[in-house]
């Protein structure tokens, strides 16, 4: 199928989708609940880091959180005592993470702050020292809280899982949906790191777009690791060569509402059909 129809066809999803309603239905929903640019960026990390498995009950778990966290997680972070706040989180648990995880993140972010003001500062000196490699600064980011969570002395259930590596290949799904929120200034995304393009951004790739993007041909490769979100990415800045994740939100969404399906089941109908 030819570029320009393609773009067309994902034009038309883009203009028709109502991006406030699905809201409701993202992790996305938890930083939009706060106005001041450190509790967004705290509160979008953490929502983005446990935003895997099933939408309705990673996002029961958040609110169990976030609910502890009171009304500005960034002080809730900066003010964080592990001997006397750790016990907030006390017998919370999601899949493959534990209360221990939630410390050794409230930990590691606080040193993050700390050291850096904010995680944007740490995220563009990564990217800055790079060159404007996106991977290797979602490594640096990856790694430098990798290396505070093993001087916080805790042994979480699975900290590693909660905050990969491109390094190892991994398609950093959550990590690239953080940057995206805070990178995009259009539609539902915040715009907070100014200084960083749009461009640049390699689109979080999970079960939804692996499928979807088969579908459309933006994809030949069949494993859903780094390399395929990156091929992807370079396909998508065909059709937009400045903004490529302008149809993330939208088409990730077909999946996850059942309008997009595994099994097939919805191809003949599917708004993304394109002839």
């Known amino acids: 199928m030819s570029d320009a129809r393609l773009r067309e066809t994902l034009e038309r999803l883009y203009e028709n989708f109502d991006f406030e309603t699905h809201i409701q239905n993202d992790p996305i929903e938890f930083p939009h609940r706060y106005k001041t640019r450190m509790d967004i960026e705290v509160a979008a990390f953490i929502s983005a880091l446990f935003a895997y498995g099933k939408v309705d009950i990673f996002k029961s778990f958040l609110e169990k959180v976030f609910l502890q966290m009171g009304n500005s997680p960034y002080s809730f972070v900066m003010e964080f005592s592990r001997s006397k706040d750790s016990r907030r989180f006390r ?151 400045e903004d490529p994740l302008r149809y993330d939100f939208a088409l990730c969404h077909q999946g996850i509402s059942g309008v997009c399906r595994a099994d097939g089941s919805s191809c003949e109908k599917c708004v993304l059909k394109v002839d």
Not at 206 to 231: V, Y
């Open 91 to 241: 017998g919370l648990r999601y899949r493959f993470n534990d209360e221990k995880d939630l410390v050794i993140l409230i930990l590691s972010l606080k040193k993050v702050m700390t050291d850096h003001d904010s995680l944007g500062n740490t995220f563009r000196a990564f990217y800055e020292n790079s060159a404007g490699d996106t991977r290797m600064a979602l490594t640096g980011l990856a790694d430098i809280f990798l290396r505070y969570a093993g001087q916080s002395g805790i042994k979480g259930k699975g900290f590693g899982y909660l905050v990969p590596s491109p390094a190892k290949g991994s398609a950093c799904k959550r990590l690239n949906m953080f940057l995206r929120w805070m990178v995009r200034d259009s539609d539902i995304d915040f715009g907070l790191w100014k200084g960083i393009p749009e461009k640049r951004l390699i689109i979080p790739l999970d079960t939804h777009i692996a499928r979807i993007a088969g579908c459309l041909g933006l994809t030949g490769r069949k494993t859903p690791d780094w390399n395929m979100a990156a091929e992807v990415t370079e396909s998508l800045k065909r059709l937009n060569p």
